[in-house]
Nanobody, 128 residues
Framework: QVQLVESGGGLVQAGGSLRLSCAAS????????MGWFRQAPGKEREFVAG????????YYADSVKGRFTLSRDNAKNTVYLQMNSLKPEDTAVYSC?????????????????????WGQGTQVTVSS
C-alpha cells in the first residue's frame, strides 16, 4: 500500500504561485508514475500533470501547460507541482495519485482510472 499526503494548498491572488507537495509513505515511489488531478465544485475530475517514475517524462493538460511544472525527488519520496500565473479557473481540490509499480519504459497516464493510490486532496483557491 502507498499512502499519499498532499500539502501546500491555500488561497492566492490571480497571478500568484503555489507549490504543492505530495509525500508518500508505505512504499518507495521510485517505480511509480505519479499524477495530479483536480476537481472543482460541480465539475468532473480532470488531469493536470503526470510524471514517469524516472522523472524523464512529464506531460500536462493544455490548460496548465507553460504555467505548471511537475517534478519529483525519489530520494525524498515526494513529488512537487509548482503552479505559477494562477488563474481563478485553477480553483479546485488538487489530488496526487500513484500508478505502479511499473517498468522503466512506462511513461504514465492521463486517465484517473489507471492510478491505484490517491491522496486526500488539498484545496487551491485563486481569487480574482
Amino acid at each position: 500500500q502507498v499512502q499519499l499526503v498532499e500539502s501546500g494548498g491555500g488561497l492566492v491572488q490571480a497571478g500568484g504561485s503555489l507549490r504543492l507537495s505530495c509525500a508518500a509513505s508505505g512504499r518507495t515511489l521510485s517505480t511509480y508514475a505519479m499524477g495530479w488531478f483536480r476537481q472543482a465544485p460541480g465539475k468532473e475530475r480532470e488531469f493536470v500533470a503526470g510524471i514517469s517514475w524516472s522523472g524523464g517524462n512529464t506531460y500536462y493538460a493544455d490548460s496548465v501547460k507553460g504555467r505548471f511544472t511537475l517534478s519529483r525527488d525519489n530520494a525524498k519520496n515526494t513529488v512537487y507541482l509548482q503552479m505559477n500565473s494562477l488563474k481563478p479557473e485553477d480553483t479546485a481540490v488538487y489530488s496526487c495519485a500513484a500508478d505502479g509499480p511499473k517498468p522503466a519504459w512506462y511513461t504514465g497516464s492521463y486517465y484517473y482510472t489507471d492510478y491505484e493510490f490517491w491522496g486526500q486532496g488539498t484545496q487551491v483557491t485563486v481569487s480574482s
